[in-house]
């Protein structure tokens, strides 16, 4: 890998044109990607990457003018310390918002490679050269501010973080919560049942482990298999069968862990005060995302747990 003060000045004007062009690149994905849920951001994001495409000619432009057709390639990923941007995929991955911070980040850190380097350059020629592309990916940043408020304006920022919003409920947090609480709740009478029937830690972990991993795979099918998402706006069925899978998995492990110690009574008094915690864990999911008023969701919730532990320990008792 290169250093930026290696590079020739034909070869930072090569790597600006490679630059522009993979950012481009990454702005059409954006708004291809977000074109169907999110069209005023898909717009936005349309003319960032005209913005860029326009940049990239007038640096082939002065390119051909002073070294003739041939670009060599060259990359940032070529270059020790350039930023390189965040792939497409991950960032989209992450949302609406993520690919907004990212797009900003992309100009932003482009600016501060090509302001810091030009410090670095005893050269005339090559301290101009960076100073106008710091300049250049300044005016892109601004540039995109301009374009965010021309085409994102309060009501549809608004509206769109409100979409953005009801799809991540619908598509990681009700799997996720119906998971938790499939986990945390149902496992809870044969984990108790199984500890005062033998009184032996050890047997009620193996019940738990056993237990928590048979109801995440057979949640993880079921919430997979419920439909396919189209119609309901509910995301990709893997994606919410592994959220609710996992999320049963852990919501039934989080209680069964106590019981590795080895005293009957200091395990399940651990194993009580766990299952509280993932009890209110649940209630406060209830309140942040399902707008469920706290006390309502923490006494039926506790409730619920309560009833299932008695049955469990009078089960193991009987």
């Not at 044969?190 to 995440?216: K, N, Q, R």
Request: hydrophobic share 45%; net charge negative; with cysteine.
């Amino acid at each position: 890998m290169r250093r930026f003060d290696e590079l020739t000045e034909r070869e930072v004007l090569a790597l600006a044109i490679a630059n522009e062009e993979e950012d481009g690149r990454i702005y059409a994905d954006y708004a291809e990607y977000l074109r169907e849920h999110y069209p005023d951001s898909a717009a936005m994001f349309d003319d960032m990457a005209a913005e860029e495409d326009g940049h990239r000619r007038a640096l082939i432009d002065l390119y051909a003018e002073r070294f003739g057709r041939h670009i060599p390639y060259i990359t940032r990923r070529e270059v020790r310390g350039a930023p390189a941007p965040a792939s497409p995929r991950s960032t989209i991955l992450r949302g609406v918002d993520a690919i907004r911070d990212e797009a900003q980040r992309m100009e932003t850190n482009a600016s501060r490679f090509y302001r810091e380097a030009a410090t670095r350059t005893t050269d005339a020629a090559v301290r101009k050269l960076l100073g106008d592309l710091a300049t250049a990916e300044l005016d892109h940043l601004r540039t995109a501010g301009e374009i965010e408020a021309r085409r994102l304006p309060g009501e549809a920022r608004v509206h769109e973080d409100d979409e953005a919003r009801r799809r991540f409920v619908l598509q990681i947090v009700q799997p996720g919560l119906v998971g938790l609480m499939d986990g945390s709740v149902s496992t809870l009478a044969p984990v108790f049942a199984a500890a005062f029937a033998t009184h032996e830690p050890w047997d009620a972990f193996l019940v738990g482990m056993a237990a928590s991993i048979g109801a995440g795979i057979s949640m993880g099918f079921a919430e997979a298999l419920a439909d396919d998402g189209r119609l309901s706006g509910r995301g990709a069925p893997l994606m919410r069968g592994l959220v609710c899978g996992v999320m049963t998995m852990a919501g039934g492990i989080g209680h069964t862990l106590p019981f590795l110690l080895r005293d009957f009574w200091p395990a399940t008094l651990l194993a009580c005060a766990v299952a509280l915690v993932e009890l209110g864990v649940i209630a406060w999911i209830q309140y942040r995302y399902m707008e469920t008023p706290p006390l309502s969701a923490a006494a039926k919730v506790m409730l619920g747990g309560a009833l299932v532990v008695a049955a469990g320990i009078l089960i193991g008792s009987g």
